[in-house]
């Protein structure tokens, strides 16, 4: 699969049909995320990976609509450093999701589906994952084969015409 119908087929998939990711699929997603460019090239992400049933359980707990999660194959936490400036955080929050989408892609290229679920405790979250407090998680990844493998074949979510939203030189 090239890298545009990866990202015109990538869909959020929230229902997992249960099987076991790949080892090598999970590296793959992983390696994707630190491919990822950042600024200054200073990759100020950690993954930490999830797979274990009631651990997964437990992490669905950490957000309103992290459901998910509990169903996933696999969860990755991104973890980044706290920042107290505005302006890092933004940065850190920009290299990420550039991160994510990347990790998303490439399994979406892989017949492997993936959302992303926000964190709202972050308490719980840092006492089940265990990472320092100097850092934070506010992203979680789900990812796994989709209970309905025809989501992929569907059309486009509805996105507004290119039209809309391009503008040359000025508004």
Same mark, same amino acid.
């Given at each position: ?27 793959? *997603? ?7 460019? &950042?600024?200054?090239?200073? !990759? ?15 992490? @669905?707990?950490?957000? $309103?609509?992290?459901?998910? *999660? ?12 706290? @920042? ?13 999701? !550039?991160? @994510? ?8 290229? +892989?017949?492997?589906? &993936? ?5 709202? $405790?972050? $308490? ?17 990844? &789900?990812?796994?084969?989709? @209970? $309905?493998? &025809? ?13 809309? +939203? ?6």
């Amino acid at each position: 699969m090239d890298a545009w119908d990866a990202v015109r087929m990538r869909r959020a998939v929230r229902n997992f049909d249960g099987r076991a990711l790949p080892p090598e699929a999970i590296e793959r *997603i992983c390696d994707a995320g630190r491919m990822a460019p &950042s600024s200054m090239n200073e !990759q100020r992400w950690d993954f930490i990976v999830c797979e274990d049933r009631d651990h997964l359980a437990e992490l @669905a707990r950490v957000g $309103d609509y992290a459901d998910h *999660i509990a169903g996933a194959a696999v969860a990755i936490a991104l973890i980044t450093p706290e @920042a107290e400036e505005d302006w890092r955080r933004e940065s850190i929050a920009f290299d990420l999701g !550039q991160a @994510a989408e990347n990790m998303m892609l490439v399994a979406r290229a +892989m017949g492997i589906g &993936s959302v992303h679920g926000s964190v709202y $405790d972050y $308490d719980l979250v840092r006492s089940l994952l265990g990472y320092p407090e100097t850092h934070r998680c506010d992203t979680i990844l &789900s990812f796994g084969y989709p @209970a $309905d493998p &025809s989501v992929f074949d569907s059309a486009p979510s509805a996105r507004k015409p290119l039209e809309e +939203m391009v503008h040359r030189e000025r508004w």
